[in-house]
C-alpha cells in the first residue's frame, strides 16, 4: 500500500471532511475512489471547463459597456436602478 501525500488549504480540507463525513466516508476513501475514477475514466472524472464571464472576449465587452455608459452613450437596462432618475 502506497502513502500519498498532497497539500491542501486546511479549511478546504476540513470542508471536505464535513461532505464525506455525511456520506459515511473517510477523505481517504473518497481520494481513493477519485483515483479509481480517474483510471476507469482514462483522465479526469468530470468535466472541466471555464466560465464564460471570465474570458477575455466578454471582459473586453464588458469594458467597452462601461465605457460607453461612462461616456453618456448606450442605455441602461431596466432592472437596474439609476440613482439620478
Known sequence: ???LN???DDTLKKQ???VF???GI???A???MFLKQVVRCNGIPFELKIDPFYSESNQRHLRKAIEDLEAG???IHELIEDEYE
Open 6 to 8: 498532497i497539500r491542501v
Open 73 to 75: 452613450k448606450g442605455k
Open 30 to 32: 473518497a481520494t481513493t
Open 21 to 23: 463525513s455525511e456520506l
Open 26 to 28: 473517510s477523505l481517504s
Open 16 to 18: 471536505a471532511e464535513v
Open 1 to 3: 500500500m502506497a502513502n
